[in-house]
């Protein structure tokens, strides 16, 4: 039998540079949550990125029967949350939009402690450079808060920063997922796979995640609110997903730090079983308020690497303005 990989905290380690880059996005995005009411023209807080929130739901978790999943989920099944959404930093009016969706789960194990595993339904990253990516996200910041006249030159920008990653972008794991996403283009928010990216601990194991629909029924006719369309399905079918991991074991084949390939030579094994149930109704602003902030996971279960830390903070941030605004 394979040894895996084991965790290291080399793999979260930032560069001087790639810190003061960071401290540099951690004040655009405070300036954006301060100013993302105006932006997204509602009247409470948003996230810096994910900020339409299509649906809640009620879930239930299984665990498989495996070991390293056991060690964490022994019990037979979990209360869990998933909160469907949309990747852009400003809510839209319209739910026709690119499909680039967010299903983030949380499971909610012994003594209140949860778990957090914000997936995306592309598989694959634009960037491995961590400077490239605070740069765009800093500039995309800037585009949402400057003025109508400045918008222009803050494009100019985006694509300054774009520009590098395209290279990167050239790779076979890349081209399939484009393939893929553009075959699926049209499929219902419910009837796709949803994918980690990053790379998260299960305990000094590092994995990855994927998360399938077992079944949906494909001639479910769809109107154009989302919203609506979760509700109903949930209403009139059994929607379940399985969700897998991959093991790292080698640097090689499984890099824990280049998110722009798929992972290789790792057989997928089964997580275990998720069941949606029904959509939760908003009350106010409780269910907006809730954090999928994957930091604030038990150690042994956080993400790895150094984008994935970038992160870190940037929930953080996010979060604790958000709750200041909105509280």
Known sequence: MKNSLPYHPKYNQLSAEEEALLS???????????????????????????????????????????????????????ESTVRLSHANLKISKSDKQLPVFGFALKIYRAESKEVNYPLVNFPVFPTDSVKGFLKLFIKINQFFTSSFLLKPFKVLGIISAVSPMFLEMLNLSFFKAVKTWVKNFHHFILARSYYSVGVYRLGNKMIKLKLVPKLFDPEFKVSESIHENVKAYLHQEKLQYDIFYQLA???????????????????????????????????????????????????????????????????????????????
Request: glycine share 4%.
């Open 249 to 327: 074991y080698n640097e090689k084949d499984q890099p824990i730090n280049t998110l722009t390939r798929g992972w290789k030579n790792t057989e997928f094994k089964h997580f275990g079983t998720l069941t949606c149930l029904q959509v939760l109704e908003e009350n106010g602003l409780d269910l907006e308020r809730l954090s999928f902030n994957p930091f604030i996971n038990m150690v042994a279960l956080q993400p790895v690497g150094k984008i994935q830390h970038l992160r870190k903070s940037v929930y953080e941030k996010s979060g604790k303005m958000r709750n200041n605004l909105n509280s």
């Open 24 to 78: 540099e996005a951690l004040s655009s995005v405070e300036f954006f949550v301060k100013r993302s009411k105006r932006i997204s023209d509602v009247n409470y807080a948003t996230r810096d990125a994910h900020a339409k929130s299509y649906a809640y739901i009620k879930a239930v978790f299984e665990p498989s029967n495996d070991e390293a999943v056991k060690e964490f989920f022994p019990q037979e099944s979990y």
